[in-house]
Every structure is written in C-alpha cells, then in structure tokens.
C-alpha cells in the first residue's frame, strides 16, 4: 500500500497549529483518502439549504450528522438523521439537529453539518485505533452494535499489521461467523475489511500523534468495507520511550549477572536475622564457586571469608552486587559498583516506588545508567540460577535442578513458587524476583533465557509490562523456540485496582493483554496455580505432532469429564478411524465403548491397559494420549502406573514419543501412583480430571503459537 | 392471566386430526389470541390481488410471509418481503416470493402468503418453548439478531413461569442492557416482554402437545411486546412419566435402605477377591451393628456369621439386599426379596443397560416395582452411611465421619471421591453410587438427606437427570436447607457424546441445565476437583450475612491475584469505608495500601496480622475474610496460622463467626499451617490464590441461592 504522507503530515501540523484535539470531518476525510480508508462522499454544510445543495451534489439518499468537537456522542444528542430522500427532508432535518444539539450541549462550538452519502448495507463492525499505555499504538475489530457496545468483544493486535495479521483479526472475533453472511444474508468482503485494518495501522504507526482513531460503523459489504463514521483524536504530547539497550548488550549483561564470577554483598552481615546476614549464608551454602565478596565497612572477615570496607577496595571487577542496605543509601553505593565495572545491581531492599517514594527509585536509576550498571529489583527476595548453584536470595536455598526459569514480579508470588518446587520437586534453572521492575524486566530475563541451555521453559508473574511491544518482540522469537508462560495478575477491573495499589502500575486492558500475549506465542495461565503447574509439566511433554487426542478411560465416567476437560482446553478429541477402532475393540470387552474416548471398562486387567496404550502410540494417526485410570482391586494403581511408564517408555526407545497424561480416580494410593509417573515424564494427577488436561491444553496453546503444528 | 383454553383446545384437536406437525399461521394466531400473545393484524392470502386487499384493510406498511409446512426458514427461502407501502409493491411482492420459494424448494406445499402489518421497532428479541429431554417444557428469552443466531446467548426456565420469574429471564441474558435502551433509544417494556413469556410458558404447560414455540423476532417497544413471526410445532406423541412414588413413600424407604437394621448379601462369598467376599468384610470390619445376612446357596457360615441358603430362610424382614451375584440372575432373586419386604435392593452388577443390555435392566426394574423393592444401581459400588458405621461396597472402608455426603453416577468418580476424602481427611456421611438409575436417583437421595441429621451438604456427580424437573423441585426445597453441589458430567458436546456412549443416556443441553441448576439453588461445579473442595470446605464455613467480602494480604502481589479471583467467582470486594480504613492504618505501615485488598505489607510482625484480622471479623459491614499469607521470617507460617485460627475462635466464642479463608504463599511449611488452619474450619490452601476464593464464591452462591442474604 502506498500513502500519501504527506498530505496527512500537512493537516495534522495544521491541526497541532490550532490546538486542536481531534480533527474536523473535512481534515479526517483527507487522512483518510491519504490511507486508503474508503468513506462515503460527504462535505460540511453551513445551513440548511447549502445542505440540500450537496446532497443534490452527492446523490440520495443522504445522512446528517451535528459536526461539533464539544459532542462526542452524536447520536445521543439527537445530532444525526438518517435516510433522508429528498432536499425537502434535508433541509427539515438540518433544523431539527441544531435544535436538538443546542437542547443537549448549549454552549457547543459547532463545525457546522455533515452531509453524508448513505453508505449502509452489509455487516455493521467497528474498526479502530488506539494508545495502550503498555502496548502502544495497537488497532481493534470488533461486530458493530450490541456485540461491542453491550458485550465488549473486541480483539486488538498490535501496529502496524501486516495484511495476514489484519485477517487474522476477522477470525479472532466472537461472533465472527456473522461476517461469512447471517440467515442467507450475504457476507463481508475480507480483503477490503483486512485492508481498512491495515491502513488504519499504518496511518497511527506513521503519525505517533494520531492518539485514536474510531471508524463506526464500518458497513462491509461482499464489495467493499466503508467507513460511515470517523473520529480521529489527537496528543501532541511527546511519548516516553522505556530506555532499550542493544540486543547483544542485553545479552552480554545477563550473562554476566546469571553466572558471575564474582558476588559482592553491598551489606554483608554477621549477625543472625539480617537480610546481609541470609545472603551471604546463602551463597555459601548453595555452593556457589565464584568469588563471594562481603562488603562491611567494620568487619574483617564474615564467616571466615575477607570482607571488604568498600567495594572499591576489592581488587579486579565485580560481575554483581547484591544491596542488603537501606534504601536511601543505594544511590550513593551504586558510582562504587560503577568504578569495578560490576554489570547489575540485585536491589532487595524495600522503600522505593511501591511506598511512593518514585524519586529515590529514578535518583537510583539515573546513577546506575550513568555507570553502565542495570538494576534487579528493588524490593525483591533476589534470584536464584540453579546452574550455578547460585542463591542471590535472602530465602531458602534451593538445589533441584531443572530446565524451568521463574521470575515474579512480587515477592509473595516467589515464596509460592519456591514452596511449590521443593513440594512437587520441580527442578528449576532460575527463578528471578523482578519486583518494581526499575530497569530489567522481563524481556531482558527473556532474552538471557533464549540461549540458556539450562532452560527449556520460562514461567512469568506479570502485574505489568512497562514495555509491552518490547516483551511482545522478545516473547515472540522466544516462544519459537521454547514456551513461555504468562500470569497476568490484574487481569479484572478489581484486580487491576489492587495492582495499582501495589505498584503504582497502570494494568493495561486486560483483551489486548490476551490479544497480543497469544499473537507473541505466548501460553497465558489465569491463575497461579495453572502458571506453576504448566511450567512443571511442558518441559516433561514432548511437542505434540499433531491435533488428534485420543482418551484411554478405565471408568467411564472419567472419560466424560476428560472429553468435557479437553473441549474447555481448545483439544482435539479425534475422530476415530474405523480400522483403529476395530483395533482396540480386539482388546476392550464388547460392551466397552467404541469411538474416543476409548472405554476400557473397570473390570478389565493390566493387559488390557498395557495394550490399548501401546495402540495409541504406535498409531500414528494418534498425537496425544489422555489417560483415566479407574482404582480397582483387578488394576491396583501402582500396577497402572507401572505398566504405563513400561509401555511409554518401551515407545520412547523405539523414537515414538508423544505426549502422554493422566487422571488417576481412587484410593489414596493413586497418590504415589502418580508421583511414579511424573518422575517418567507422565504428567499424572490424583482426584481431577481437568488439571492433566490443562496442561496438555497449554502445551498445544504453546505448540500452535510457535506454528509448530 | 386468564386464558380461552377451550379454544386452543378445538384448534390442536383439529391439527391431530389433519396430522399435522406445526400450526397454519391462522391456527397460530388464534392460538395467540387464546393466550394474550400479542401479534400484529395478519391474514393469510391466496393470491396477488387478495393480498393487496387485506393490506388495504389491515394498513400500511405490511409485510409478506410465504407460509409452507415446508419451509421452516423463510428468509433463506427469499420468503418474505418487508415494509411494503403500497398495493402495487404487494402485488409484485407476493408474485416474487412465490417465485424464489419455489425456486428453493420445488416440492413445497403452500398454505398461501402471510400478509402482516409491520411490527418493528423496539428491541429485537426471541422467546420461545420447547421441550427439554430431562427437563421437559422450558420456557427461552435471548436478545434477537446475531446475540442468538450467532452467540447461542439464550437464558431458560422450567415451563410454567410465573411473573417474577419471567422478569429474572431479563435479568439473566447476556447483552440484558440492550433492554434499558441503547445509545439512548427507548428501553423495553419490561412488563409486556415478562407476560409474553408467562403467556407462552402456560400455553405449552396447558397443552403437553405443543412441543416448541418460536417467537422469532419480538419486538419491544416502550409500550408493547409484539411478536412478529410465531411458529408453532406439534407433537402428539405421548410423553413418558417416570416412576415417582409418593413423598413420605421415598423417605420411608430410603430410611429403611440408608439405616437399616437387617442387610443380606446376596452372593456372599468364602473366597477373597470376589465381590460378595469384600461386602461382607467391609460391612464386618466397618463395625455395622446390625444384622448381617450372607445369602449363600452352599456355606452355613461365612467368618463365623451364620449365612442362609435363600434369602427366604432369613427369620423376620429384610431392610436392605446387597447383589453380588451376575446380573442375568438379578431378577429371578428380586422376587425372594419381595417376600422379606426389603426396601431396596443394592445392584453392584454390571452387564445391564450400560453394556447394551436393555432388556434385562427393564425386566430387574419391572420385577422390583411389583415386589415395592427400590432399585440402587446397578453398575455401582454400592454406598457407605458412615453414621451406621455402613459400607455396604467392595472398596475399601471408610470411617471419617462428617457432615458431607457424595454421590456419583460412576465409579470411577466413586473412586475418586473416597480418595480426596481420605487424603484431605473430609468427613463424610455417606457416599452413595447411582450407576444406571434404573430406579433410585438423585432427588430421591436429597429427599433423604433433606431431614438427615448428620448432612450439612450434598454433593452428587450426574451424568443426565432422568427426571430433571423432580429433582429441580427437590433440589430447591433441600437447598433452601443446606447446600446442594452438582458436578454435571458432559457439559461439553464432546463431553455429552461420551456420557452417552457411557450410559446411554441423552445429555440435555447444558444452557438449560445451567440455568434449572441455579433456579434451583443448586451451586454447580465445573470441575470434579471443584465439586470436592466444594463439598469439603461448604460444612467448615459460616453462613454469610452479607455480601461485602474484605482481603487481607501479607503480599501485594497476592492480594492482586485476590482480586481477581474474587472478580471471577462473583464476590463483591468490599467498598472500604473512610472510618474503616483509619483504623486499618492504625496497624499497618504507611506505605501499606489503602483500601481492599488491605495490603499489611510483607516486614511485619505476628501481631499486625492479628489486629487486622480482629478488626476485619468485629466489624459488622465486613462479612467475610480472604487472607493472603506471605512467608516471611518475621511471621513464619505456623505462627500465622496459630494466630489466624487463635483470633477466628476468639470471636466466634464472642458469637461472631464469618466465613474466613485463607491463601498461603510460601516454603513447604505452609502446607502444615494449611492442614492447621482447615482443622479449625479455616479452608486454607498452598500455592494458590483461586482455590479459597473458589470455595468462598461456592458458599455465596448458596446463600444466595437459598435468599439467605
């Protein structure tokens, strides 16, 4: 598409001249045929006969609408008459809406009235453009009329889109099957809809000034898609760019932050209790092998290892200095850090932004730009790297390696995550606090993951993203590689609320969260105990090869809740294949059910298990295996479980792996049941039906998102 | 509302006899007028100029509608035409309607062309009848156009309605604000749309035979509610009653099955492994004071019990027989227990109608019914009754009693229910499996435990009612009592088609379901995990006396993650009032958050926790607690959960007792302060912000179900 630039650039210097926060309909007509944002014939009528002078002009029948930067709401006001067939009508109706105007807004400035071509027939949408204070300038769709007014749905993607993002949208709308035509009704042309989106974002990527722009309704047609109603808003104010270091500086910083070879402790402390005190123990207990470095200004030696008065008196560079100290003494520390080259600052202490004192936060962040340095925190518990048996914590320490890397922006959040590895003994290769998020945030700890051979999947605890186009990049070429979980915390109105109370964070609108999250690739978990279970399982799962899911159920009442379970999870139950079915009949009684799920029936003994589960493997039609085992006295359930490691893991010799998960219903002693199979890579549950299933669901929402399938 | 029966009557007489499955619209309208439904004037016309006729006597604008028992979606057929103005456009309208109907559907028959006086303006809505499998006439409201078309967005009632209950329809639908009027057009008659639904829902409770009415659209307008297209369909066809004895004959018998004083076990059995072998062990070992019958054609005596050949030899009457024999003999045994008046027979078999065999569970059901023996089962586990120390089942015993009882349509589901009861410790009084249902179902189970002393809550795992309006009605008068918990099985389209490869049983649509479940006070789970936390934490907590729930959090992070989760599960956080929060302040650091969540902040001590958690449970516009815990060192997790619970008795000694629950963050040690708090009836939970507030929504929902608060 090419745009005439230029001509937008003059209208809207003019409009910055003028003070002016939206434009005329005049000016936003010429945006529009400057971006190929196709509007009905139209021009401004200053009375009432000259009204009827242009709609004689333009042809009937025409639309008349109240031109006034004081009235928001047209129609509301009584500003718009529709329809009108003759000059006779015209002229009656440019009266009346003055009338009517006035009656609402007495004292509006009115532009005059908008006469107006007709230009409805076709699916009424809404297409537009706006500002998100984490995403920038992102465009929205959504169905015109109830659907956006009353319910809300909308879908957003970040600008500018690409043509194939643009239709993208079309499909990503509720309601959407109202675009191929409703009752007979004929359908919307797609090309020339995706083409308005396209456009639209273009023109607000091009114009950063172009706050909002709102075309609505859209009437799209099978021949075309036409704007009957544009409002263009303006903020000539400059945007705040968050400061981005080079990729490969990022890079070279995380590297040195993850595994230093050097840890000063900016506080280190003897006594028993102290944050200063934790952390060093932490780093010696961990069993960290780099240099650790506590700094004391009246101690020798802390545990028998030197200490330092100062930094500075430490001889060589420093790769990271962890703060035990008062919050109001961290920018006076920081020129120090700077002098050893030390590459980040891990700022535990509280007292920052999140109690309202913002400038101690930028004084702290300004001294560490100015000394190259970048900031963990503050107001976090630290980090941990498993791989470097680093505890830069004044938590426990932990020590099940894993290829699972955790951050959380709150401290609270970290605690669960800690507590809930050590119990499910997840192995971990980091899991970072990110607290008020000064300086790094999570694409920097995203693109320190990318290339870590440590990690396999990242797991994140957002309250916000203070860059969210940045994450968005980072999340996207990321996920192609390994999933990345997102809790986005805030994600209700109420809980948005709260957010800012903590954080002093403004939690974006939640859709374009979703929207942009899911376009990155990204796997959203909504609560926290999803987030925690899914970054335990996907590094167990295997990457599906395809959508076909097939239920191998004991009890049949389990295999209802799992099909139940797999529709909420977006899975494809598949459709069983005749010759398969035949198959596994060979192996369930006759009066076990046919089709999927596979119905083994209660009674049946281990063979029956070990057979069908084999089937499901072997066949390559089958992608994923959800396994429901019923307790009975015939199938005890560590006789299950250790068949059905046996036969997965037979499968996995011969090069079929495929994800396999289970529910398993009865006793008590499902409990070790499913612990054995976990530790086999078989994600397995005691007493749900739906947890198994969620996690197969977000390994797929993961596999899909990087098109691996 | 009085209604001209008789001649509805004459009218749907009429179609039996011309075998008619739908209405002419003539006989439609008639039945409207019958029933104060109002339409617009309409006459049907045999020809172009008949049509211009009656148009001319009715007035315009009208519109035409090619009436044909054979085409059922007329605006597809190009059927009908619109806003006609005058007899000319009537005539050329009527020639080509004919034209594109038969062009649509060359062997149509029709009655003629409908000519109607154009009804629009006002909201478009759609209300309509049918008949529901499990619940039969249900009454429909959803807004017109692509809300329903597209959306599915339909809210149901159980046929008849009554006036406030219509009204609730339009507070029930999604997109219900459309009704006050949009964009400033004028709101609904309220009134108007209520009676149209009363109107219909008595029509199709007054006549079984009318199977489904479409109103489609309704217009309503400020001072009407019109409907604009009516279809009527028939069905003559007997609908079948299922067996429903008298109330006090339910409640006599199932005392009898559920406290009996006698139990045979038909089958009992020397041999371990076998099924009448375990009954009668777990019925010995669970330590049953009755007397115990093994029925045993070959033995004189099973461990030392005196066992008979025939269930006839036993001296005096039977309560309950337990089968464990195969199913082909069930019936030829039901007789013999007729004889020892047995209440009900307890089918563990398998191999009835779930296996295909049909036949031979109708033979069982039809034997019982003359012998007056109630039918548990078949296909089951049997049930425990833990106040008689009573585990008439082959699983292992269960002994924790408790104020929960559970019951399940599979055993698998059974299984999964004795489990989470043992690992969570639930206390229970009993767990009952419903298998088929030939006979015994869930509202005769609730007519049961309605008057039982020892349950506080039921929960049940359904795959289908059989009969959904009897256990709606139970269901209401027992959930008025105490919380009713249903975990329907086969929401899902690929759910409801394994439920029906499961047991043959046709899964209703899961909207109506929805929407009978909460009319009835029933609090639905939507996930087998949720219906046994439901059922163990529904009994620990207080009733709520009001709807302002308040969060205290040691952890921000968690208090937003607390808000969201309340926001999810439909709980009102709160609004703080100005005198309240002085005083929350008076505990908490200055930087700690204002408001609700009231965030104490993570550095403090015991003592903090303990004043804001007594201010929180004394005053009397706070109704209930979530507590966010954060693990800290300065408030390690079993001092929390000490403190928690200390101040929580200290009140409820004071006779203030508010639901509490609590969300612990932290290291492993959290998971003893949560087995800590859940003893003294504080539902507390690791690793999880969801789940509390879960369990508190679930009590809400009750309580408001029952119009407690």
Not at 107 to 121: R, S
Not at 315 to 342: M, N, Q, S, T, Y
Not at 502 to 511: E, M
């Amino acid at each position: 598409m090419s745009y005439d630039r230029a001509r937008a650039r003059t209208i809207l210097d003019r409009a910055r001249n003028e003070g002016r926060t939206s434009l005329s309909p005049d000016d936003s007509a010429a945006v529009c045929a400057a971006y190929n944002i196709p509007i009905p014939p139209q021009a401004l009528a200053s009375s009432a006969s000259d009204a009827a002078r242009i709609a004689g002009e333009i042809g009937y029948p025409v639309a008349l609408k109240i031109s006034s930067v004081d009235i928001l709401h047209k129609t509301e006001a009584g500003g718009v008459a529709l329809n009108l067939a003759d000059a006779k009508a015209v002229e009656a109706a440019y009266e009346k809406l003055l009338v009517q105007a006035r009656a609402y807004k007495a004292d509006a400035k009115f532009d005059g009235v908008l006469v107006q071509k007709m230009a409805g027939g076709g699916v009424e949408l809404i297409v537009g453009a706006l500002s998100d204070p984490s995403f920038g300038k992102v465009v929205a769709l959504g169905i015109g009329g109830v659907m956006v007014e009353v319910m809300g749905e909308v879908t957003f993607r970040l600008a500018p889109v690409t043509a194939a993002e643009a239709r993208s949208m079309l499909d990503s709308i509720r309601g959407k099957e109202i675009l191929a035509g409703v009752r007979g009704g004929p359908a919307a042309n797609r090309d020339a809809l995706a083409g308005l989106i396209e456009n639209i974002s273009h023109l607000v990527e091009d114009f950063p000034e172009v706050a909002e722009v709102d075309l609505n309704p859209v009437f799209a047609s099978p021949s075309r898609a036409i704007a009957a109603d544009v409002r263009i808003l303006l903020d000539f104010a400059p945007s705040q760019e968050r400061y981005r270091p080079r990729r490969d500086e990022i890079k070279r910083a995380m590297n040195r932050i993850m595994c230093p070879e050097s840890i000063a402790i900016i506080g280190a402390s003897a006594e028993d209790g102290k944050i200063g005190n934790s952390v060093l123990k932490n780093l010696v207990n961990g069993g960290y092998q780099g240099r650790i470095l506590p700094i004391n200004p009246s101690l020798d030696a802390i545990f028998g290892i030197k200490a330092f008065r100062s930094i500075k008196d430490v001889p060589g560079d420093v790769d990271v200095a962890v703060f035990a100290i008062p919050a109001r003494l961290v920018a006076k520390v920081l020129p120090e850090c700077g002098e050893k080259h030390v590459a980040g600052a891990v700022l535990i202490p509280s007292g920052f932004a999140e109690t309202g004192n913002v400038d101690l936060e930028r004084e702290a962040l300004d001294v560490a730009r100015r000394n190259n340095i970048r900031l963990m925190g503050p107001n976090i518990y630290g980090f941990y790297y498993t791989p470097m048996n680093l505890c830069a914590t004044f938590c426990t320490p932990y020590n099940v390696r894993g290829k699972v890397a955790l951050s959380s922006q709150s401290g609270g959040v970290g605690m669960a995550i800690l507590g809930f590895s050590r119990s499910s003994k997840m192995g971990v290769s980091a899991i970072v606090g990110l607290g008020n998020k000064a300086d790094l945030d999570e694409d920097d700890l995203l693109t320190f993951f990318e290339d870590d051979p440590h990690t396999d999947v990242v797991a994140m605890h957002v309250e916000d993203l203070k860059d969210g186009r940045s994450f968005a990049e980072v999340a996207k070429r990321v996920s192609a590689k390994k999933p990345v979980i997102v809790l986005k915390a805030g994600r209700t109105s109420a809980g948005a609320r709260a957010a800012r109370s903590h954080t002093a964070a403004l939690a974006g609108n939640d859709r374009v969260y979703d929207d942009v999250l899911k376009q990155s690739g990204v796997v959203r978990a909504y609560s926290l105990n999803d987030m925690l279970e899914f970054a335990r399982c996907l590094p167990l799962l295997p990457q599906p090869q395809g959508e076909n899911v097939l239920i191998i159920t004991g009890a049949g009442g389990s295999g209802v809740l799992l099909a139940d379970a797999c529709v909420d999870n977006g899975l494809t139950l598949m459709t069983m294949p005749t010759d398969l079915d035949q198959a596994f009949r060979k192996f369930i009684p006759p009066f076990g059910a046919a089709g999927n799920p596979v119905d083994i029936t209660g009674g049946e003994p281990p063979s029956t298990y070990q057979n069908t589960i084999r089937l499901g493997l072997n066949d390559p039609r089958v992608h994923a295996l959800v396994l429901g085992y019923w307790h009975t006295i015939i199938t005890p359930p560590m006789v299950f479980a250790r068949l059905a490691a046996e036969v997965v893991e037979e499968q996995r010799r011969k090069g079929i792996d495929k994800p396999v998960v289970a529910s398993l219903v009865g006793d008590i002693e499902v409990e070790e049941a499913c612990r054995y199979l976990f530790e086999r890579r078989i994600p397995a549950y005691p007493y749900t039906t739906e947890k198994p299933v969620a996690v197969l669901g977000a390994k797929y929402r993961w596999a899909r998102g990087a098109a691996l399938i």
